[in-house]
């Protein structure tokens, strides 16, 4: 790859995963791994093989699925991480394993409790181990930002004397600052004998909100790799945002040594499914994918606008999928049309019955709203996939009661490990007391965190697509639903959150076990 070049690592699927909540299936992943590749991303970070046995399934399944990115797998520098990722992604077109190890002196000393002779022996056999399966190994030394320069070019020399392609530089706590950040790059190019061996990556959180301005930072002083998510997700505050560093680059070529090669047009579409299955939605005033990025209120600025485009707008809507053309569906469309608007937006059915049950979905919502978008049939995949978790919990029914100078009363009917059972409640409105009642038959025991409400399309038949979040026990999940009734979409969303506390937790932090 050419030295102009910049490589965009996405760990939405890993990384991403981590915020609270943000749980993806492997058929979700897949999705979403598809969606990426048709955006040209170079690599995609699929998951941490060695979590749990559901991670490595995920990850073994991109690395089938994907044919045009390089699919990449997480370890720790331990023996049976490499094993375990290497044999998740064996059969993959393209492949590559990234292990890492604390280097900064707070992390070797109280987490691993190993000297830095002992810090510097592993890393490097990590990264002769990983090569025994994939000639494409990264590296990254955790918590590079508070690291001592000198132990860290020490480090770095060793990995890729062992063999380590990409050298990736974490700000794992967001502590850092641009020039900062930048110097760091620059420093560590110029000090280690063997940097021109490998490409130099960074891996920005966003605690401070410089996630994106310490990436540009690094890309200006020689990184060519950035890894990142798409709409910034990520734990804590997030990850650097595709989208922005992305559009940076390519909006600004008279600033940046280097292109990128992305297929802009995907980021929306990209960024709406993320949502979707993740639910985190985007808000109104983010960058690039917000709603309101390209719109203008303001008269000069309208005005302005409709005189030339370029006086307010440093970008086309279109040239990040704003303005798409859609093929918009209605309850005359047939089968064929249907399975290929789907297509088109990356989503195959493995069976002709799961086609014909999303089907039956579809013309049961068409005969509630006129027209259905491509946002529609997003939302419809996703409860689909959300309902096929729901094996202890399902909706059976719901009746709710709202009348001026009355207490709101609802009355729900669930499915618990198939047995029916009924459960009443008042509450301040008919969602609180529809959630209410569900608790008065499932007894969760669950702390409410959250409850969030987005249209999906506009118009006032539009579905309303809920979030819930719940928490118990330190552990937190989200739920998602979707209805043209905003009631029936609440109680969906609560139950399939419900069933995800409810299902043994199998996945672990990549970073919860000592190195």
Known sequence: MSEDRLIVFDTTLRDGEQSPGASMTRDEKVRIAKALERMRVDVIEAGFPAASEGDFESVQAVAQSVQESTVCGLARALDSDIIKAGEALRGGERTRIHTFIATSPIHMEKKLRMTP??????????????????????????????????FLCRVLEAVIDAGAGTVNIPDTVGYNVPEQFGGLIRMLRERIPNADKAVFSVHCHN????????SLAAVMNGARQVECTINGLGERAGNAALEEVVMTVRTRQDIFPCTVGIDTTQIVPTSRLVASITGFTVQPNKAIVGANA?????????????????????????????????MVLGKHSGRNAFRSRLRELGIEFSSEEELNEAFARFKA??????????????????????????????????????????IPDARVTLSVDGVERQGRAQGSGVVDASFKAIERIVHSGTELQLYSVNNITS????????????????????????DTDIVIASAKAYVNALNKILAPEE???PQAADV
């Open 294 to 326: 390209f719109a203008h209120e303001s008269g000069i600025h309208q005005d302005g606008v409709l005189k030339s485009r370029e006086t307010y707008e440093i970008m086309r809507a279109e040239d990040v999928g704003w303005s798409a053309n859609r």
């Open 365 to 406: 919502l068409a005969d509630k709203k006129h027209e259905i978008f491509d946002e529609d049939l997003q939302a419809l995949v996703t409860e689909a996939g959300t309902e096929a978790e729901n094996e202890r919990v399902k909706l059976v029914a719901l009746k709710v009661c709202s009348e001026t100078g009355e």
């Open 507 to 509: 996945r672990a932090h």
């Open 117 to 150: 002779d002992q810090v510097v022996e592993r890393a490097v056999e990590a990264v002769k181990l990983a090569r025994r399966f994939t000639d494409d190994v990264e590296f990254s030394p955790e918590d590079a930002g508070r690291s001592e320069p000198d």
């Open 459 to 482: 118009g006032t038949d539009a579905q309303g697509e809920v979030t819930v979040r719940l928490e118990k026990g330190g552990r937190i999940v989200n739920g998602q639903g979707a």
């Open 207 to 214: 605690d401070l909100g410089l996630a994106v301005a310490n």
